[in-house]
Nanobody
Framework: QVQLVESGGGLVQPGGALRLSCKTS????????MGWYRQVPGKQRELVAT???????KYLDSVKGRFTISRDNAKNTVYLQMNSLKPEDTAVYYC????????WGQGTQVTVSS
């Protein structure tokens, strides 16, 4: 059974920072593109950032320059460093592993509020 275990969400003030982590097994991590998505109630889940096995990255336009996705092959972990957070970044963030199929984490809440 494939597991993606997320951590790092929480409450932060506007302008603050958080780092999300997602750990999975080596056989998934070494073969799959890893990514982060987010979803707010009543809206579709949207792609925030992805990183391929060759470390090519892609970002949602609204987070470019503020968020950075990275992967640590030794730890089978993908990170999302989120800086200069805004209230509109508030959402449940999901880790994703994508190849010919998709696996998802359980989600972690990020709330940006004063």
């Amino acid at each position: 059974q494939v597991q993606l275990v997320e951590s790092g969400g929480g409450l932060v003030q506007p302008g603050g920072a958080l780092r999300l982590s997602c750990k999975t097994s080596a056989n998934i991590f070494n073969l799959y593109t890893m990514g982060w998505y987010r979803q707010v109630p009543g809206k579709q889940r949207e792609l925030v950032a992805t990183i391929t096995t060759t470390r090519s990255t892609k970002y949602l336009d609204s987070v470019k320059g503020r968020f950075t996705i990275s992967r640590d092959n030794a730890k089978n972990t993908v990170y999302l460093q989120m800086n200069s957070l805004k209230p509109e970044d508030t959402a449940v963030y999901y880790c994703n592993a994508h190849q010919s199929d998709d696996y998802w984490g359980q989600g972690t809440q990020v709330t940006v509020s004063s």
